[in-house]
């Protein structure tokens, strides 16, 4: 089954403009996630959010955490060439101990 | 250096074959899971381990075993793979469920 929904599916802007992802999920979680991936390969940790947190920051991303909305977003600010792959959304259903995956985010920066 | 190793990289077998995907992390993580990764699905889990011995159902099971008899080695058996298991799998582990997860590079299989 499917948690957590990502919006917009595919997103292409110019390098530097800010890049939003949203995520919306359907049950009560301990925490959201952030991954990315390049290209088919492995996933890369970007964020954790807690249930009980509204807002992070690491580096030019930030995350936002809407539990009254279930929904989340992620902005990459100053976007680069080198932020061009896929973004996934994942949550720990509260009260379970498995991870589970939007279908993800495809963003393409341009030069 | 810390990381999640996974072989073989790519396989392609024939339907009925028995086949094992190893998954190794050397970082003493307590949690281990496999997901497997489809165009459109996007990542799903197939099994998960809380610590040595103890293992538990994702959301897409059927047709896969796995065991952790030692914490860092978490193997996935295809017992007979059909051609609808073909996929880019990934193995991952955590310090513990609700951390963030460390991924390997992914086994991409073929079943013919």
Redesign the interface.
Same mark, same amino acid.
């Given at each position: 089954s499917q948690q957590g929904e990502e919006d917009p599916q595919a997103l292409s802007i110019q390098e530097g403009e800010n890049a939003t992802m949203n995520c919306s999920y359907k049950t009560s979680i301990n925490n959201l996630q952030w991954y990315r991936q390049n290209s088919g390969r492995g996933l890369v940790h970007l964020i954790l959010i807690r249930s009980n947190e509204r807002e992070k920051h690491s580096g030019r991303l930030r995350v936002t955490l809407d539990t009254s909305k279930k929904s989340s977003s992620l902005l990459i600010t100053a976007s680069r060439a080198a932020d061009t792959a896929s973004y996934f959304c994942a949550t720990f259903v509260r009260g379970a101990q498995k991870l589970v995956f939007g279908q993800g985010t495809r963003l393409t920066i341009n030069p | 250096e810390a990381q999640?190793t996974q072989n073989p990289r790519y396989l392609i077998t024939v339907t009925g074959k028995k086949l094992t995907v190893t998954c190794s992390q050397n970082m003493n993580h307590e =949690?281990m899971?496999w997901?497997r990764q489809d165009p $459109? !699905? $996007? !990542? @799903?889990?197939i099994y *998960?381990s809380?610590n040595v011995e103890v293992t +538990?159902k /994702? +959301?897409v099971p059927e047709g896969y075993k796995v065991s952790r008899k030692e914490k860092r080695n978490f193997p996935l058996i295809l017992e007979s793979p059909s051609p609808n298991q073909t996929s !880019?799998y990934?193995c991952?582990s955590a310090p513990g469920? *609700? =951390?963030?997860?460390?991924? $390997?590079? /992914?086994t @991409?299989l073929t079943v013919t």
């Open positions: - | 999640v =949690y899971s997901y $459109g !699905l $996007g !990542l @799903r889990q *998960y809380m +538990d /994702g +959301d !880019l990934f991952a469920a *609700y =951390y963030e997860q460390y991924f $390997g590079p /992914g @991409r």
